[in-house]
């Protein structure tokens, strides 16, 4: 599968929620896409799913445009935080409905999701806790195995210990059927390890759009002597300083060469990985 | 399933939902009739009957489903459908339900008929189409848009149950075009649509009134006499336009989150 977006701009009367958004997603791999609220990741999974048109631009899927586009549609499923507040069917019922129109949806596999998050077969919907609603919402993206699956903080309802389970499942099913998981989050920390590329966007532009682990590399914390610590940074980008006393501690964002690396061992200062959610949290914060 | 097959699964799924909410619907239409042909008949008098019943609440239950059928939109979209496979599915199933109650109605007024006829009681004579307009705007509006030109199903009842059909048809149509512009265009535009909507029923009724020469009433009773066939024909015309606007609306509409 592939998407591609160019540029994508969306505007509601004169704020924009995307602004010239370009990128290409391509392979079956699981996609981070994180940013702070309002920063547009709704709005870009909505457009992604035909739910609505860009303002300016397009987006491409498999080389279509995916806008009223039956064969396109059906194999993109977008789940988000649904409340299902009316739904006064159970879940079988539910799914029973989704099944025709879903070319790969697996009742089996839904029947076998139903039980891990111990959802009750007979009650409405509409009756379920938060978190068993966002397990329903889990449970239709996985077992729809629709070629692209957008996931839009649906698992925000569910305690850690279901979040847990989801993402064990995920990686499972990713290996059994492997597709194109985009996952829109503001739980970085705990879902980094799911993520092979990421995408930051930042007040609707795409400020981040890399392999993961090319992106991690790019961050550390350089701790140490104050004065040490400036004269090693100042010619690095800077995205969080905290100090102590005199000792410094500063994330940089850029990678060290091997000779900056036995520089810093020299002069003995400190150099530890910065994590996906550091770099989220300090490249996202409104003064950078 | 294709393009095709996907409009008429879709046809299919609301059909199947509607009619249990139409069958609920007549079924209490049902009750209410028979008790009150059951106090008709122990106080001696005459009964209103099951279709005249059903021809008035019909229109309200038609109508407020009518506005439902945009609550469909965001389920089906959200599912892979198109926006134009929702129309055309809603669409099948509209005059499928439109059917439904046309039939089911007549079918009822069948039964009863003979059950009346065995226990000797008489149907009251019927004055729907003579509606006291006294020059109060807002009384006359509200009379007109209740009440639609009615055909005695005893003199003929394929003509009654075809006018059952064209009433119902129109109004659950005008609600669905009615939810649509407020889903699309927001309130301003909704109302507007409320006004339209208000008007294409005295259209329609003050055409249905020429084809069945019963005299024109309200505003829009200066429309030309023609023949019915040809007033029939403008009234599927306009349900057409109607049909045309919903699309229109839905056609390349935001599904709302």
């Known amino acids: 599968m592939n998407i591609k977006a160019e540029h994508l701009t969306l505007t509601f009367g004169n704020t924009y929620a995307l602004r010239d958004v370009n990128f290409e997603l391509s392979g079956n791999k699981i996609f981070g896409l994180l940013g702070r609220n309002g920063a547009g990741k709704t709005s870009l999974l909505s457009i992604i799913a035909s739910y609505r048109e860009p303002t300016i631009g397009k987006i491409i899927i498999n080389g279509e445009e995916p806008f009223e586009n039956a064969k396109i549609m059906r194999q993109v499923a977008f789940l988000y935080d649904q409340e299902y507040e009316n739904e006064s069917e159970n879940i079988i019922e539910l799914l029973q409905g989704i099944q025709p129109y879903r070319p790969n ?12 998050f111990k959802l009750d077969r007979k009650k409405a919907i509409k009756k379920f806790s938060k978190g068993m609603k966002s397990a329903v919402n889990v449970i239709i993206g996985l077992a729809s195995r629709t070629p692209i699956t957008l996931l839009d903080e649906v698992y925000l309802g569910m305690d850690a210990h279901f979040r847990e389970i989801f993402y064990k499942e995920l990686l499972e ?3 059994r059927h492997p597709r194109m998981f985009i996952l829109s989050t503001h739980l970085v920390s705990e879902m980094d390890y799911l993520f092979d590329e990421v995408i930051i966007l930042d007040r609707g532009s795409v400020m981040v759009h890399e392999d993961f682990d090319s992106f991690i590399s790019k961050g550390a914390t350089i701790t140490g002597d104050g004065e040490t610590v400036d004269q090693f940074v100042k010619n690095k980008k800077q995205i969080n300083v905290q100090q102590l ?5 500063v994330m940089i964002y850029g990678e060290l060469t091997a000779e900056e690396e036995a520089e810093a061992i020299r002069l003995g200062l400190e150099i530890s990985p910065a994590s996906l959610h550091d770099l989220f949290v300090h490249l996202t914060k409104e003064d950078q | 399933m294709n393009d095709r097959q996907i409009s008429l699964k879709v046809a299919k799924d609301v059909f199947l939902i509607k009619i249990i909410w139409t069958l609920a619907f007549l079924g209490i239409v049902l009750i209410v009739n028979i008790a009150k042909v059951g ?3 122990f106080q001696g008098n005459e009964t209103e009957g099951f279709f005249n019943t059903s021809f008035v609440a019909s229109n309200f239950f038609m ?12 389920y089906f979209v959200g599912i892979g459908v198109t926006r134009k496979d929702y129309f055309i599915g809603t669409s099948i199933q509209t005059f499928g339900l439109a059917l439904g109650i046309a039939i089911i109605t007549s079918f009822i007024f069948l039964v009863e008929k003979f059950i009346l006829k065995l226990i000797d009681l008489p149907y009251k004579t019927q004055n729907i189409n003579e509606l006291d307009l006294d020059g109060n705007i807002l009384g006359d509006t ?13 003199e ?8 059952l059909f064209t009433n119902v048809l129109i109004l659950y149509v005008l609600g669905w075009m009615i939810s649509s512009a407020f889903y699309r265009h927001g309130t301003v535009y909704g109302l507007v649509s409320v006004l339209i909507a208000i008007i294409i029923k005295m259209l329609k009724d003050n055409l249905l009134r020429v084809a069945l020469d019963l005299p024109t009433i309200g505003w829009l009773k200066d429309i030309p006499d023609m023949p019915a066939p040809v007033a029939f024909i403008l009234i599927y015309v306009i349900i057409i336009l109607i049909f045309y606007a919903i699309r229109l609306n839905t056609k390349r509409v935001t599904v709302k989150l």
Do not use: C, R
Not at chain 1, 105 to 116: G, N, P, T, V
Not at chain 1, 245 to 249: E, H, I, L, V, Y
Not at chain 2, 142 to 154: A, E, G, K, R, T
């Open chain 2, 39 to 41: 106090y008709a008949y």
């Open chain 1, 173 to 175: 099913e990713q290996a």
């Open chain 2, 142 to 154: 509200i009379q007109m848009i209740i009440l639609s030109p009615y055909v005695d199903p005893h």
């Open chain 1, 105 to 116: 949806f697996s009742m089996e596999y839904a029947e076998y999701l139903i039980d891990l």
């Open chain 2, 63 to 74: 109508f407020i489903i009518g506005l439902l059928a945009i609550e469909f939109l965001p």
């Open chain 2, 156 to 163: 003929n009842l394929m003509l009654a149950t075809f006018i």
């Open chain 1, 245 to 249: 006393g005199n000792t410094k501690a």
